[in-house]
């Protein structure tokens, strides 16, 4: 399929249609319009019309993206977010598809877990003897918008510059606080938190990713802005210059080793070191502290949150404690703490965090008893596709849905005749909004 043809694909009003209801009708975001999803509906059939109306014509433009700040811990800057409007979001994931569709061939995204199993793996091999991790500061900040244009024309030319003009628009709208008819355009810069984010930033980097992976003698991985190579320590020095060396060159400038430093370290294997979110320490592969602490802090939130609650609740709150604690599975997607940790081989660890879950039903005297970290690693590992222990709420049926409303969520359905699609939207809403909160559990997992 030619590049028009996919282009209109994607944008067409049938597809944008679907976009809206499995991507954006159950977030309460805002942007800078302060419209919601709720009060879009009412006109979602004219603003369809027009987004794909003014898509295909090269004549769409983005609005300003809202600013939200989200913190990084005590000490460091916190991460600038971007909120488009309802109607940009379901812009931007069109956008994303029709990008990852056109470059499915050269731009594989994987899990985090899935690139620490492939550390581990080349780690046990005994192959290598030295590493090298590097960070790079401020990385979507630094794309370059005509090194990132120069590579979205190799695959999209000819009459297609609407296409490209509509990318520069997504990625040139500022970002405020407050609009101002004074506000000017970013000349350099991927916004942060769009649907279209993160395929931009690998595309930009599938030159070097395509040429490091090529090297002889080296295992390079690389997520974000987060890269570890495993090599011969002999070479390890003159192997960085050059990694660092490419990427300053198209405008990315990587924190300078130091053997002090978790950003960027040049080391033997066997040395401890951090890789996104995990702990790495001889034989032991286990999640760094702050994510453990992270962690504990919420799940004593939740003890806090139901105690100080107006409807306080002990089999809601021991229902929000097992999702904590074992996470799920949602819109394909396996989610919680436990799935993005399960490459850890740290059995303690497990059993800690278990007798943290005791103390705290303990001290706020709660009668019932929650699921177990050990217990639920165990099923993920060992029984993931048969386990009922860890919920898949994906095969959830009717009956299922409208029982687990009217236990924990019974303002829903009370005294209300519902439809399948209404059942489906209050559940569906509500799961969302429960793994969102799993989310913060690994938010920022690569500081």
Partial sequence: ????????????????????????????????DNLDPTAFIKQLEEQLEILSRKSLAGTYRFSKYKLKLVTKGKGQAPREISIPTVRDRIALRALNDFLSERYNDSVNFVLPQDVIAKVKRDLDSKVFNGFIKLDVTQFYPSILHTELNSRLRKRIHGENEHILELIQSAISSSTVVKSFKNDVLETKGVPQ??????ILAAIYMANIDRALKQYKGISYFRYVDDVLILCDFNNAQELARDIIKRFRKIGLIVHKPDPDSEKSVI??????????????KGELVTARQGTIDRLKDSLAAIFTAS??????????LLW???MRITGCVFEKKSKGWLFFFSMINDETLLHELDHYVDKLIKRFKISGVPKRFSRAFKELTHNR???????????????????????????????????????????????????????????????
């Fill in 1 to 32: 399929m030619n590049v028009r043809h996919q282009f209109e694909k994607h944008f067409s009003i049938e597809n944008l249609a679907r976009i809206f209801k499995e991507n954006v009708s159950l977030s309460g975001a805002t942007g800078i």
């Fill in 193 to 198: 938190g769009l649907a279209v984010s993160n």
């Fill in 267 to 280: 080391e033997k294997i066997g040395y401890p070191f951090s890789y996104l979110g995990y702990y790495f």
């Fill in 307 to 316: 105690k100080y609650s107006k409807y306080s609740n002990e089999e809601f």
């Fill in 320 to 322: 929000r404690l097992d």
């Fill in 385 to 447: 596709f048969q386990t009922n222990y860890i919920p898949n709420f994906d095969k959830y049926q009717r009956h299922q849905k409208l029982a687990l409303l009217n236990r924990y969520f019974p303002k829903d359905v009370e005294g209300k005749t519902l439809t399948d699609s209404q059942i489906d939207y209050h559940f569906r809403r509500r799961i969302k909004k429960q793994t969102k909160d799993l989310l913060e559990d690994i938010k920022d997992f690569r500081s």
